[in-house]
C-alpha cells in the first residue's frame, strides 16, 4: 500500500514526473543494495529478535513522518526522497535478519514450509495491496492528503509486528548464541560460502534468473503494448496473473518437508523454458495463460533456493548467508533490467523474454558446473552442513 501511496504522491508533487519517481524508487533500493553485506553481519551479531525490533521502528517512523507532511499537505520532493532513502536504510537492516530468523521460530524440520508461507502472505499482499491502496486513495480525494492518510496506516502497521517481537517467549526460539566481534566478519562470511558448493550453486543460479528472468514489469509491457497492441488494462491482468501463479506456487511449497536440489534446478529449467515460450507466444490469450506458470515457477525457485541456504548453512553464518543472497536477489534485477531493455529496443520485445529464458538455462548449467569444481577441490576450511537444531 505505501510502495502505491508513495509513487502517487510523488505525482501529485507540481513539476514531478517519471524521473522523480525513478530517484525515489532507486533511493529506496539503494542502501539494500549497498548496506546488505555488513548488515548480515550485525544481524549475526545481535540477537535477531531484537534487531528486528529496531529496523521495524525505523520503517515506521519514516512511514509516520512521510504521512504526516503529506496528510497536512505540506510535502515537497526532497522530503520523499530523504526519508525513501531512510526507509531503505531500515529495510536493508530488517531483510537479512528477518530472513535468517524463520528457522530460529520454527527449527530446522519446518524451515521450507515456513518460507513458503511467507512467500505466500507477501504475494497476496503485492495481489491485493495495491488495489486496496488505490481505492482508500480515490475515496480520500486522490491528492496528497489523501495518499498522507495511507501511508499513515502503514506506520501504524508496524506496531503490530513490533508488538508480537516483543511477546516472543525466547525459550521456544531456536537462537545460536551471537557471533563474537572480530575483524573481518564479512570476509569470513564469503570464505565460508566460498567451501560450501551447493550454496555457491544456487547463489550462481539466483543471480542469472534475478538478473535476466525476472525483468517481467519491462517485458509484460512490452509485450503488452508493442506485440500485442494491448492498453493499460490489458497490462494491469498480466501482473495479476503473474501473482496468482506465485501465491498457488508458494502455497503448494509450504507442504513440503524437504526441499530437493532436484526440485530447485527443474523448476529453474521450467522456468527458462516458459520464458521462451511466452516470447513467441502467438496471441495475447496465450501468453496470459502462461503468465501464471511462470509465476509459479520463479517463486518455487526462489522459495527453493531461500529455504536450501537455511538448512544448510552454519547458525553461525546464516545472517550474512541469507544478505548476500538478498543483495543478489534485490541487485540482480536493476543491474538487469537496462540490458533486458536494450534488447527490446534493438531486437524487438519477443527476444526480451527468449534471450533472458536462454540466459536462466545457461545459468542453470553453469550452476551445475560450479558445484562439481567446488566440490572436487579440497579445503582444510569446508564447514559441514549444521546439525539438525534441537526440537
Known amino acids: 500500500m505505501q510502495r502505491v501511496a508513495q509513487d502517487w504522491l510523488v505525482l501529485t508533487i ?38 528486528l525490533q529496531v529496523t521495524q521502528a525505523v520503517m515506521a517512523l519514516s512511514a509516520l513522518a512521510l ?13 520523499v526522497y530523504l526519508i525513501a532513502f531512510v526507509f531503505g536504510v531500515g529495510a536493508a537492516f530488517d531483510a537479512p535478519a528477518r530472513q535468517a530468523f524463520v528457522s530460529e ?15 505466500a502472505a507477501f504475494n497476496t499482499a503485492r495481489l491485493i495491496g495495491p488495489g486496496i491502496a488505490g481505492l482508500l486513495i480515490g475515496l480520500g480525494g486522490g491528492g496528497m492528503k489523501a495518499t498522507g492518510w495511507v501511508i499513515l496506516a502503514n506506520a501504524l502497521s508496524y506496531l503490530a509486528v513490533i508488538v508480537q517481537l516483543r511477546r516472543m517467549d525466547e525459550a521456544g526460539l531456536h537462537s545460536p548464541k551471537p557471533a563474537a566481534r572480530t575483524r573481518g566478519m564479512l570476509r569470513e562470511g564469503v570464505g565460508y560460502l566460498r ?17 535476466f528472468g525476472m525483468n517481467f514489469q519491462i517485458t509484460s509491457a512490452l509485450m503488452a503494448t508493442e506485440v500485442f497492441d494491448k492498453g493499460a488494462g490489458e497490462y494491469g491482468v498480466l501482473g495479476s ?57 520463479v517463486i518455487t525457485v ?3 533456493c531461500n529455504a536450501l541456504l537455511q538448512t544448510e548453512s552454519a547458525p553461525a553464518f546464516r545472517g550474512r548467508v541469507m544478505a548476500i543472497y538478498m543483495t543478489i536477489v534485490m541487485g540482480g534485477t536493476p543491474a538487469g533490467a537496462p540490458l533486458i531493455g536494450w534488447i527490446g529496443e534493438q531486437y524487438g520485445a519477443r527476444w526480451t523474454l527468449v534471450v533472458g529464458g536462454v540466459l536462466v538455462l545457461l545459468g542453470v548449467a553453469l550452476a551445475v558446473a560450479v558445484r562439481n ?18 526440537s
Open 373 to 390: 569444481v567446488a566440490s572436487r577441490e579440497p579445503s582444510p576450511h569446508r564447514v559441514p552442513a549444521p546439525a539438525m537444531l534441537p
Open 67 to 79: 504521512g504526516v507532511i503529506a496528510a497536512l499537505g505540506a510535502a515537497q520532493t526532497w522530503h
Open 302 to 304: 526462489l522459495n527453493s
Open 195 to 211: 567451501t560450501q558448493p551447493k550454496m555457491l550453486m544456487i547463489l550462481v543460479l539466483v543471480f542469472f534468473v534475478g538478473t
Open 105 to 119: 521460530m520454527v527449527g530446522t524440520d519446518d524451515v521450507a514450509n515456513a518460507v513458503s508461507l511467507n512467500s
Open 241 to 297: 496473473v503473474l501473482a496468482i501463479g506465485s501465491v498457488t506456487g508458494a502455497l503448494l511449497a509450504a507442504g513440503r518437508v524437504r526441499v530437493r536440489v532436484r526440485l530447485l534446478m527443474g523448476a529453474a529449467v521450467a522456468f527458462g523454458l516458459l520464458e521462451i515460450a511466452a516470447g513467441f507466444a502467438p496471441s495475447y490469450l496465450l501468453f496470459v495463460l502462461l503468465c501464471p506458470a511462470l509465476g509459479l515457477t
Open 14 to 51: 507540481p513539476g514531478n514526473g517519471g524521473t522523480a519517481l525513478g530517484i525515489t524508487t532507486g533511493l529506496q533500493f539503494l542502501p539494500v543494495l549497498l548496506l546488505s553485506p555488513y548488515a548480515g553481519v550485525v544481524a549475526d551479531r545481535i540477537p535477531k529478535r531484537v534487531l
